[in-house]
């Protein structure tokens, strides 16, 4: 059985591999870039001939394993927030396998399509968990808004995944993006600025449970100075 021993170890290897993922893409845009630039030098219309699509396939096909990568890591992270740690391998390797049994099946859209969807529903009830108040969830850092603001972020980018690679309507794609922008905008505001959100409440609303959220907010503060 494969069982994550050590706390951190999960959670070490999904950012380790979400970095080299954004490495290579980062290598990727800027050969992109270059390789742009070079062909402006040689022919100005160069956009005109037909070395344009040819360019633009080519970096369509470095991309894409690592875009496509990317989403399975971000997909994995969600379990984790009410998954036991001792399954969360299990867990993670049953839906990669049920979406890669249904891409044999259907198409290699279809599976990933059915992957990000499962992935998009277990945030929502993550979300809903926590709105509830839910003592089921685990998260690495204390707070009700850091937490609402993790939830969000990660909800906003699996809407986006969405939008990018299923949604095909030109009006529903507009929708759907500015829906996952708003969810994603918020998610970062919540969670890079989650105790000054908590100090003006307190000074606006003097409510106990803006204290109980600044204590909290501290605490997670203290904590990641000493780690």
Request: with cysteine; glycine share 6%.
């Amino acid at each position: 059985m494969l069982n994550v021993k050590k706390p951190g170890t999960y959670d070490f290897v999904l950012a380790a591999a979400t970095v080299v993922i954004l490495i290579a893409l980062s290598l990727i845009s800027v050969y992109g870039t270059i390789q742009s630039w070079i062909n402006s030098v040689m022919n100005p219309l160069w956009t005109q001939t037909l070395l344009y699509p040819a360019y633009l396939q080519q970096m369509n096909g470095y991309a894409f394993p690592f875009a496509v990568a990317l989403i399975l890591v971000l997909c994995m992270c969600i379990p984790k927030r009410f998954v036991p740690r001792s399954y969360l391998v299990q867990s993670s390797l049953i839906l990669l396998s049920i979406s890669i049994l249904t891409g044999f099946a259907w198409g290699f859209s279809t599976g990933l399509a059915f992957f990000l969807l499962i992935s998009g529903v277990i945030q929502t009830i993550v979300l809903v968990l926590l709105i509830g108040k839910s003592d089921r969830l685990a998260f690495e850092r204390e707070g009700f808004l850091v937490q609402l603001g993790s939830s969000l972020l990660h909800l906003g980018f699996v809407v986006f995944a969405i939008d990018l690679l299923v949604v095909k309507d030109m009006r529903n794609h507009l929708a759907v993006f500015w829906f996952s922008t708003g969810l994603i905008t918020v998610g970062c505001v919540l969670s890079f600025y989650a105790r000054e959100l908590a100090a003006i409440a307190k000074r606006v609303f003097n409510n106990p449970a803006v204290d109980e959220e600044l204590v909290q907010q501290e605490a997670s503060a203290v904590y990641d100075t000493d780690t």
